[in-house]
């Protein structure tokens, strides 16, 4: 019987560490299998990560390629068996405001996307920036309602107006 004063590693999973430069017995003594003499024989001998001994690396040879947007904007998609989950007492409105307040949608979106994978039989109150038609008809279908909200505006700085200097 397997009892946890019994468990052994299998014979061979675990090997003793090489005692470098223990003396010219141990067979890895003064150099420490290292070789004479040379960069590698140094200590902190040796090249970063992708160095091609001088020649022109491959990361620096080949062209970057596309940009990250810093304006998108992101969805959070949640379907409507994931509203089923949901206590109608506790959310009887679902918006991405809420969503995110209860801790079910995580990280940082901008809209609210609501799909129709599932069934839903709690009738909730949605406010989404985009629902599915098949969303929509298992939402009203269950007696609930929903509100399609408008895209929100991007947060930057307000434009300055033109004042001409006339006078």
Do not use: C, W
């Not at 989404?128 to 309602?145: F, L, M, N, V």
């Amino acid at each position: 019987m397997l009892k946890l004063n019994t468990i052994r590693k299998h014979p061979g999973a675990t090997q003793a560490r090489k005692r470098l430069g223990r003396g010219p017995g141990s067979g890895l003594g003064m150099t420490s299998g290292k070789g004479d003499k040379g960069q590698l024989a140094r200590s902190g001998g040796s090249v970063r990560p992708g160095f091609e001994g001088g020649q022109m690396p491959l990361y620096r040879r080949v062209p970057k390629r596309g940009f990250t947007n810093i304006h998108r904007r992101t969805n959070a998609v949640l379907n409507v068996v994931e509203l089923e989950k949901l206590d109608t007492q506790a959310y009887p409105v679902i918006s991405l405001e809420k969503l995110v307040e209860a801790n079910i949608v995580k990280g940082r979106y901008d809209r609210l996307t609501i799909l129709g994978t599932g069934e839903l039989n709690k009738a909730f109150k949605v406010q989404a920036h985009r629902i599915s038609p098949s969303a929509q008809e298992k939402i009203t279908k269950a007696g609930g309602s929903f509100e399609i909200l408008g895209v929100p505006q991007a947060k930057g700085k307000p434009k300055k107006k033109n004042v001409s200097a006339k006078a």
